[in-house]
């Protein structure tokens, strides 16, 4: 493979991208049809979830606060003035 060009395999054909993949900055478009550079068949990243290659969808982080013990934190307070 030369420097600066992108990687094409012969003996591999991508499969065309899903309606999930639009928008993601991976998608290389060849004639008439669209498929993903990275990985060869885009439907199985998405089959559990989300896609970890996608560049245009991002994972939701869920922020929980969690409660403290009171008597805990006392003591952990306490300690630490010593």
């Not at 068949?41 to 998405?46: I, Y």
């Amino acid at each position: 493979m030369e420097a600066g060009k992108p990687g094409k395999h012969s003996t591999v054909t991508f499969q065309p991208i899903i309606e999930q993949c639009e928008g993601c900055e991976r998608i290389v478009t060849e004639g008439d049809t669209a498929h993903c550079a990275t990985y060869i068949n885009p439907a199985a990243k998405w089959r559990l979830g989300i896609c970890n290659f996608a560049t245009h969808a991002k994972p939701e982080i869920k922020v929980v606060k969690v409660r403290i013990n009171p008597l805990k934190a006392a003591k952990r307070a306490s300690s630490k003035r010593r």
